[in-house]
């Protein structure tokens, strides 16, 4: 049995190791990448038993994919690796201000964008306590589109939690009010969901963390988190509300992977049933880690750093 359970493109991730614009860059380390992914590593690190569902080309890259991530504890029995197929690609830039980093994406006609519900396995899923989802994959093509919204409904049939980060993408989606009216569906259908401040904004109309997480929980989500970066987060549900500092960071590496990282701080937090502020709490302090490396999943914890920092 599984603890948690996740579908998703995973990518490789090439990045610079010198600043400037990627056409100039002649060396690059090769990582990891994908939000869904980056969740599952952050999980299996602290000791949970987590599947991923995907589909990979049958290449050097996929290979490497499949071998990280069977490495860091994660079952991949789920992943078809299709021959002839592709697998997506990710260039990442340098930027030593703290500043988001370019970022150029190689996945068009990827394998795990040709994934729908038939590839899904039901009982598969169904044996896992949880399911987490984002955003990115359902943009993808309507087929991934497909394969979230039933695996998500067939879990909540279950009677198993499902969280949802929209971890927003506007340029893989045809319009913004497409973008809008599908997230907050996929919203709908999830038990904890994990907005961003602006992507609340832009997905809700509203403008606080308080009306954010409202507009959600009158969707149907138990519980809302809204990160709010340097300032923390907001969490919401029936039973308490608040707000939870931001953990200090002495220096912003890359920005990227910090919410998937605060997805993992809530996730088995609220699986290992503390209360909702402690679980945000743990997430902050992820989630600042992540900033500090240059990797997507290189500042994602172990149990025993975990208890040696103290957090709940």
Request: aromatic content about 6%.
């Amino acid at each position: 049995m599984h603890d948690v359970v996740t579908l998703g493109e995973a990518m490789v991730l090439l990045a610079a190791e010198q600043p400037g614009p990627l056409a100039s860059v002649r060396s690059f380390t090769k990582y990891t990448a994908g939000a869904e992914t980056n969740v599952a590593v952050g999980l299996a690190r602290l000791g949970l038993k987590v599947g991923w569902a995907s589909r990979l080309g049958d290449d050097s890259m996929g290979q490497y994919l499949r071998d990280t991530f069977t490495h860091e504890g994660i079952d991949c029995a789920r992943v078809a690796m299709v021959p002839g197929a592709r697998t997506g690609f990710m260039f990442k830039g340098r930027v030593d201000d703290g500043s988001d980093p370019p970022i150029e994406y190689h996945r068009k006609d990827s394998a795990a964008s040709q994934m729908g519900p038939a590839d899904l396995n039901l009982a598969w899923l169904s044996q896992a306590r949880h399911l987490h989802v984002t955003g990115v994959f359902p943009a993808l093509t309507d087929a991934t589109l497909a394969a979230t919204q039933v695996a998500m409904q067939h879990m909540r049939a279950q009677g198993k939690t499902v969280s949802f980060d929209p971890n927003l993408r506007p340029a893989l989606w045809r319009d913004a009010a497409h973008m809008r009216a599908t997230l907050n569906a996929l919203a709908a259908q999830a038990d904890w969901v994990l907005p961003g401040l602006d992507e609340g904004r832009q997905l809700t109309g509203q403008d606080t963390p308080e009306q954010i997480a409202a507009f959600y929980r009158a969707a149907g989500a138990a519980r809302v988190i809204v990160k709010l970066g340097a300032q923390g987060a907001y969490f919401g549900s029936a039973q308490a509300s608040g707000y939870v500092a931001a953990s200090p960071v002495a220096h912003v590496v890359d920005t990227v992977g910090a919410g998937d990282a605060f997805a993992v701080g809530v996730i088995s937090g609220l699986l290992e049933h503390l209360t909702l502020q402690d679980a945000v709490r743990r997430a902050t302090w992820m989630g600042a880690r992540a900033v500090q490396v240059r990797g997507d999943t290189e500042g994602l914890p172990t149990r025993a750093q975990l208890q040696a920092a103290q957090v709940a």
